[in-house]
Antibody
Framework: EVQLVQSGAEVKKPGESLRISCKGSGYSFTSYWITWVRQMPGKGLEWMGR????????NYSPSFQGHVTISADKSITTAYLQWSSLKASDTAMYYC????????????WGQGTLVTVSS | SYELTQPPSVSVSPGQTASITCSGD??????ACWYQQKPGQSPVLVIY???KRPSGSPERFSGSNSGNTATLTISGTQAMDEADYYC??????????FGGGTKLTVL
């Protein structure tokens, strides 16, 4: 069974750094890209970017390029999303999901990580 | 940047057919997929590659994509289908793009 298990909820202050994780299991981790999706409170889904775990090649949405960093460690089948300096506007639910790489749909999703940034 | 447009809301009576549209420039030249999201839950893929159903997606869900519009159709809509629905496509310069989402109400 394919599973993506994300790290737990975080509460941070503006300016702090953060890294959240997404651990894949039940499949060959390098077979699918991993995508990150943001959902702000009461809002829709936003595609942030994706990574190929086999070589750590990344694509970013222009809206998120330079604001976040996506990385992966295939040895521990884990992908990461990180911020160097959080803002209150980063408060959101963040999902990781697999990317089919051919037609780019996401068959498998993590449970989400809620990030709250507040002073 | 590439954009996908969905109606904010659609209403349907139980047992009737619901149609949710997704519009984008030459969307028919790309693959479209659809996700269902219920409150407090992660999205679930219900249609991919325009009209394919993943395992576990009920047969009442179907999709089409032509011209500038992709459509998700739910036949014999049930109360359990009440949810938010999002279309998604891939653009070579923007990456993954989601529509704004449609709230389906079954009443």
């Amino acid at each position: 069974e394919v599973q993506l298990v994300q790290s737990g909820a975080e509460v941070k202050k503006p300016g702090e750094s953060l890294r959240i994780s997404c651990k894949g299991s039940g499949y060959s981790f390098t077979s699918y890209w991993i995508t990150w999706v943001r959902q702000m409170p009461g809002k829709g889904l936003e595609w942030m970017g994706r990574i190929d775990p086999s070589d750590s090649y990344t694509n970013y949405s222009p809206s998120f390029q330079g604001h976040v960093t996506i990385s992966a460690d295939k040895s521990i089948t884990t992908a990461y999303l990180q911020w160097s300096s959080l803002k209150a506007s980063d408060t959101a639910m963040y999902y990781c999901a697999t990317d089919s790489s051919s037609s780019h749909e996401s068959h498998y999703w993590g449970q989400g990580t809620l990030v709250t940034v507040s002073s | 940047s590439y954009e996908l447009t969905q109606p904010p809301s659609v209403s349907v009576s139980p047992g009737q057919t619901a149609s949710i549209t997704c519009s984008g420039d030459k969307l028919g030249d790309k693959y479209a997929c659809w996700y269902q999201q219920k409150p407090g839950q992660s999205p679930v893929l219900v249609i991919y590659e325009d009209n394919k159903r993943p395992s576990g997606s009920p047969e009442r869900f179907s999709g089409s994509n032509s011209g500038n519009t992709a459509t998700l159709t739910i036949s014999g809509t049930q109360a359990m289908d009440e949810a938010d629905y999002y279309c998604q496509a891939w653009d070579s310069s923007t990456g993954g793009v989601f529509g704004g989402g449609t709230k389906l109400t079954v009443l």
